[in-house]
């Protein structure tokens, strides 16, 4: 069970290179204690808002206002329920807010929730925005992009990347537009130590990869992936919102539902490792057979031992049904429970080309600022830059290819500070992925 502490969080949210209002919005609404972890778990949310400007904006609000309030309020009737109420609630807010004045009809927003909890993880979603988990050099999309494309490539049983005449960003479930709205949730997908989560706006996606993405979420402390995560999107023109929340799952204990046999026995008290069951049948079976001796024998104490052996064997008999029971209770899952998905899952394991990629990319950006004249933190650069070669040349790719992460966050505020107003700075990220 992971203890409620137990946890690192980090978020960002910017409003980008092109537009000049932030309509995203997150809330993080950890448990405050031992006890709130049991009942609540810590609940995390991005939106993204849809509409002119201040409609946008005031959707996203509602959004991550209205939703842990009402999570809270019925944390008590299962994630499950708490969890659908709280959208299909806030859905009906917005929708009445949205018909009340001509400006904010169509008022919509997505919502991506992450629901912490000591079963797992809890996904809750409308819309386009992104869940992640990172674990063991994979990427794994943990929610369904109720996108056009999406929609489209799923009644057409293909990859939603082999749509791509169609445009991205035509969104086909949100909260508010319409009175009732379908939710999807999902969980609980059981924790590990080390487990990633990433939720995100698609102004995070839109520009940077999933291997991307996993890579930086996987090298960097959480805080540092996030600033790094957005300067990449902004290198790349920064067409939309950017808003990322990463969380860090600590170490994990055993769950306490865990299957018996899973247990060291060890752990188990003395009734619980002894078979008692087996042995009151095979006492019940030696008495009876005693009985009969006795009865055959016309000896006294036949009736008596008789009445022990019965009661034996229906001790046995009830202690065979009872451990049965407990046994497959152990390795059910529990009663509230939908089916576990990974939508789509992707490699972010680091390796030597990999690492030299990024070394690449990053020549490439020192290159262009020195050919502008722009300042930089050049000596702190070079510091990352050669721990980096060093580590690399240890064989320590994951600490080289943070070093470079690092180095490469240096030259993209740089960059940030100069660049002219929408200029796109493609060949950096075309050498990374490619
Ligand atoms: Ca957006």
Not at 147 to 166: D, T, Y
Not at 218 to 237: I, T
Request: glycine share 8%.
């Amino acid at each position: 069970m992971v203890c409620y502490e137990n946890i690192e969080y980090a978020s960002l949210s910017d409003v980008g290179v092109r537009r000049s209002h932030n309509q995203d919005a997150y809330a993080i609404v950890p448990a405050g204690d031992a006890e709130q972890w049991q009942s609540r778990g810590h609940l995390f949310l991005v939106a993204d808002g849809m509409g002119a400007h201040a409609v946008g904006e005031l959707a996203s609000k509602l959004a991550v206002d209205a939703i842990p309030h009402i999570y809270a309020k019925h944390a008590q009737e299962g994630p499950l329920v708490a969890l659908r109420r709280s959208f299909l609630e806030t859905n009906v807010t917005i929708h009445t807010r949205g018909q009340q004045n001509r400006d904010f009809q169509g008022m919509g927003t997505t919502a991506t929730a992450l629901l912490l909890r000591p079963e797992g993880a809890w996904i809750a979603h409308v819309g386009d925005s992104r869940a992640y988990r990172v674990r063991a050099g994979s990427i794994e999309q943990l929610s369904f992009d109720h996108s056009l494309v999406w929609e489209l490539a799923r009644r057409q049983h293909i990859s939603p990347n082999e749509l791509q005449h169609i445009p991205s960003n035509v969104i086909v479930r949100s909260l508010g537009p319409e009175p009732l709205v379908q939710i999807d949730i999902e969980g609980p997908h059981p924790l590990e130590s080390g487990d990633l989560f990433l939720l995100c706006s698609d102004g995070l996606t839109g520009p940077v990869s999933d291997r991307e993405i996993g890579v930086i979420v996987s090298v960097l402390p959480p805080a540092e992936a996030c600033r790094l995560l957005v300067d990449l999107a902004n290198l790349q023109g920064g067409p939309d919102n950017i808003t990322v929340l990463i969380v860090r799952v600590g170490e994990v204990a055993p769950r306490s539902g865990a299957p018996r046999a899973a247990a060291s026995p060890a752990s188990a008290t003395w009734y619980e490792r002894l078979p008692w069951p087996l042995l009151a049948l095979f006492l019940g079976i030696v008495l009876a057979l005693g009985a009969i001796a006795l009865t055959y024998n016309d000896w006294p104490g036949g009736m008596p031992m008789f009445l022990l052996a019965t009661i034996a064997l229906v001790c046995g008999m009830v202690g065979l049904l009872v451990q049965s029971h407990a046994d497959k209770s152990a390795t059910e899952p529990p009663p509230e429970m939908s089916p576990l998905r990974v939508h789509r899952r992707e490699t972010c394991a680091i390796d030597l080309p990999y690492v030299q990629r990024i070394a690449k990319a990053l020549s490439t950006l020192e290159t262009r600022i020195r050919e502008q004249g722009w300042e930089a933190s050049w000596s702190e650069c070079r510091r990352h830059e050669e721990e980096a070669e060093r580590r690399q040349k240890s064989g320590e790719l994951t600490a080289a290819c943070r070093e470079y992460c690092r180095a490469m966050h240096v030259l993209t505020e740089a960059y940030e500070r100069y660049r002219p107003r929408g200029e796109i700075f493609k060949p950096l990220w075309e050498t990374m992925v490619k």
